[in-house]
T-cell receptor
Framework: GAVVSQHPSRVICKSGTSVKIECRSL??????MFWYRQFPKQSLMLMAT?????????EQGVEKDKFLINHASLTLSTLTVTSAHPEDSSFYIC???????????FGSGTRLTVV | RKEVEQDPGPFNVPEGATVAFNCTYS??????FFWYRQDCRKEPKLLMS???SGNEDGRFTAQLNRASQYISLLIRDSKLSDSATYLC?????????????FGKGTKLSVIP
């Protein structure tokens, strides 16, 4: 089946630094990639939708200058958390549509801890 | 924002028990419905889609009532490995738009 590879799986960074998270579709082309954030005991909340070759669409309340999304190819989308702060600590997950009958495949997630 | 609401849980059940999860959604334009399973600190994984006619996959049965905007998941003969959080997911995506909404999930613990 379709696989989305996400890394790193865990990252600890210092406050003020930037962290890049990558998601790759391994055996299909992901025209659209979705980026979610999940805080403890909360549901997944969509942060932004990225489309290959165009600007990402951000959900209300998500700072586009802080969460930079690049979707330069049909198989790679990246999320960069810039100037990270402790409140950005969360579980970040990407998801892509596979184009099958039902296709929202998730990456394995990145647990970000900002200290 | 449209919402998806689930039983708050947690559900603690003995092995072999039958457990039912309920979910309601507010967006009447929703087209597709799913149950996902999420293990602790892992990504969600599709458990099953939910169809109007109801569908069954082994020990799992899903039901959809569009009129009541209600979705259910029944797990029979619970196994220890069923312990996880179950997410109700509703897709109201349309042409040119994306709207996948997740419930907060209901945690299930199956006890030996």
């Amino acid at each position: 089946g379709a696989v989305v590879s996400q890394h790193p799986s865990r990252v600890i960074c210092k406050s003020g630094t930037s962290v890049k998270i990558e998601c790759r579709s391994l055996d299909f082309q992901a025209t659209t990639m979705f980026w979610y954030r999940q805080f403890p005991k909360q549901s997944l909340m969509l942060m932004a939708t990225s489309n290959e070759g165009s600007k990402a669409t951000y959900e209300q309340g998500v700072e586009k200058d802080k969460f930079l999304i690049n979707h330069a190819s049909l198989t790679l989308s990246t999320l960069t958390v810039t100037s990270a702060h402790p409140e950005d600590s969360s579980f970040y997950i990407c998801s892509a549509q596979t184009g099958e009958t039902y296709g929202y495949t998730f990456g394995s997630g990145t647990r970000l801890t900002v200290v | 924002r449209k919402e998806v609401e689930q039983d708050p849980g947690p559900f603690n059940v003995p092995e072999g028990a039958t457990v039912a999860f309920n979910c309601t959604y507010s967006n009447s334009a929703s087209q597709s419905f799913f149950w996902y399973r999420q293990d602790c600190r892992k990504e969600p994984k599709l458990l099953m889609s939910v169809y109007s006619s109801g569908n069954e996959d082994g020990r799992f049965t899903a039901q959809l009532n569009r009129a009541s905007q209600y979705i259910s998941l029944l797990i029979r003969d619970s196994k220890l490995s069923d312990s996880a959080t179950y997410l109700c997911v509703v897709d109201a995506s349309g042409a040119g738009s994306y709207q996948l909404t997740f419930g907060k999930g209901t945690k299930l613990s199956v006890i030996p």
